[in-house]
């Protein structure tokens, strides 16, 4: 049986309420940011016309290499439409 840490508050529901806010991790799949800390959308959005797959990743999509491929439906970079 695990031991609690002497001076560690119990994982309450007000405390898990309060403190955590029941959000997940920013790296989490089911991560969903707070509309007052959502960065304002300034990057362009590159769409995949077969899968509607949106790119996301941290390099500009121009600058990625031709042979990239959508991770879904594996169509080349040249699917993919500017929106």
């Known amino acids: 049986m695990a031991k609690k840490p ?3 508050p119990a994982m309450t529901y ?27 959308e300034t990057k362009e959005k590159w769409v995949c016309s077969v899968c509607r797959y949106e790119y996301d990743g941290d390099i500009p999509f121009e600058e990625l ?3 990239y491929v959508c991770p879904v439906c594996k169509q080349p970079k040249s699917k993919f439409v500017k929106q």
């Open 6 to 8: 002497k001076n560690a």
């Open 14 to 40: 007000a405390y898990y309420h309060n403190v955590v806010k029941g959000k997940s991790p920013k790296n989490a799949p089911t991560y969903i940011p707070d509309e007052e800390s959502a960065p304002a």
């Open 65 to 67: 290499p031709d042979s």
